[in-house]
């Protein structure tokens, strides 16, 4: 007779991802519950008490640092193999230091999430072997919607729904060209990025991060004042619009600097930059990237940022 299937928690805010690595892991005879959040997850621990939790960092309502650190105070949470799954790559070293069971990266191949939770599960004293036999037990929870299985390539790379577009035909500008110095190597490059949704953080990291920059996140005018000046960034990519703010007033403000006059400035967004370019475009080392339909920008900022440093 077969033993019950390795209860897994997966805690992931992006639907599509979410469901995509739920059922792929369904197939490989596991049981799935999820999580969109850390909140909702620490509500599911207390009940089902899982075999492992793989977790997304940032999300809403509660990140999951978070998570982590409310489930190593309790009796229930404290022993249960915690895997990281997330783009933001540069925390690694701090969750090294809180001592996570495994670190996946985004963009993953299935197999390296496979290998993570079955060195995890060994790890904790369960035996690690291929469930591929196992009969997998539906999920009890209605409240997230099921994603059926597909058979793909376990060595295929799965990455954020954000940055997931192939194949597409795009009506874009891109205005301006930004100037960096030459002797600087790729490596090297300092870049930081005024976001303020998640979702495109995120993808926006992974190019960024995919390029050999080192890459700084903030979500506020403020803060981008701020940090142009103490982390000294090689370049700066804003969201035309952050917190109600228009990219044109935040690159005004950086220009009034004396330090920051001449700051290569990356505005990228949808139909509204058709307003602002105009205006944005009179200042120097300055570029415009722009699509009608957002969700195309990713793979064009791609594009852009390959040719700016890889040249």
């Known amino acids: 007779m077969n033993e019950q299937p390795k209860r897994i928690l997966l805690v992931e805010d992006e639907a599509d991802l979410r469901g995509l690595i739920a059922a792929e892991l369904v197939s490989l005879g596991y049981h799935v519950d999820q999580a969109v959040d850390g909140q909702q997850a620490l509500n599911i621990v207390r009940e089902s008490h899982p075999d492992v939790i793989?977790?997304?960092?940032v999300m809403p309502n509660k990140s999951g640092s978070d998570l982590l650190k409310e489930l190593r105070k309790t009796d229930f949470g404290k022993k249960i193999p915690f895997?990281?799954?997330t783009a933001h790559g540069n925390m690694k070293d701090y969750f090294d230091i809180v001592h996570v069971d495994?670190?996946?990266?985004?963009?993953?191949?299935?197999?390296?999430?496979?290998d993570a939770i079955r060195s995890v599960l060994g790890r904790a004293g369960v035996e690690a072997?291929?469930?591929?036999?196992?009969v997998a037990i539906p999920s009890e929870k209605k409240n997230l919607d099921s994603v059926p299985a597909r058979n793909i390539d376990r060595s295929e790379t799965i990455t954020s729904v954000a940055e997931g577009y192939l194949d597409i035909q795009m009506s874009h500008a891109i205005e301006g060209a930004v100037s960096i110095p030459a002797e600087k190597t790729a490596k090297s490059y300092k870049v930081l990025v005024?976001?303020?949704?998640?979702r495109m953080a995120n993808a926006l990291e992974q190019v960024l991060f995919k390029s050999g920059c080192l890459v700084r996140m903030t979500t506020t005018a403020a803060r981008c004042i701020e940090e142009s000046v103490n982390y000294a960034p090689d370049v700066v990519f804003m969201?035309?619009?952050v917190s109600g703010l228009s990219a044109d007033a935040i690159v005004g403000l950086l220009r009034g600097m004396f330090s920051l006059r001449h700051l290569p400035v990356v505005v990228y967004g949808g139909s509204e930059l058709g307003v602002l370019k105009k205006s944005l475009l009179k200042?120097?080392?300055?570029?415009?990237?722009m699509d009608k339909q957002t969700e195309?920008?990713?793979?064009?900022?791609?594009?852009?940022?390959?040719?700016?440093?890889?040249?």
């Open 239 to 241: 969201k035309s619009i």
């Open 54 to 57: 793989i977790s997304d960092v």
């Open 83 to 85: 895997i990281v799954l």
């Open 129 to 134: 072997r291929s469930v591929a036999g196992y």
């Open 102 to 114: 495994g670190f996946v990266e985004k963009p993953f191949k299935v197999q390296e999430l496979v």
């Open 283 to 289: 200042h120097e080392n300055l570029s415009v990237i």
């Open 194 to 198: 005024v976001e303020d949704d998640s």
């Open 296 to 311: 195309r920008l990713i793979p064009l900022i791609e594009k852009f940022v390959l040719g700016m440093f890889r040249k």
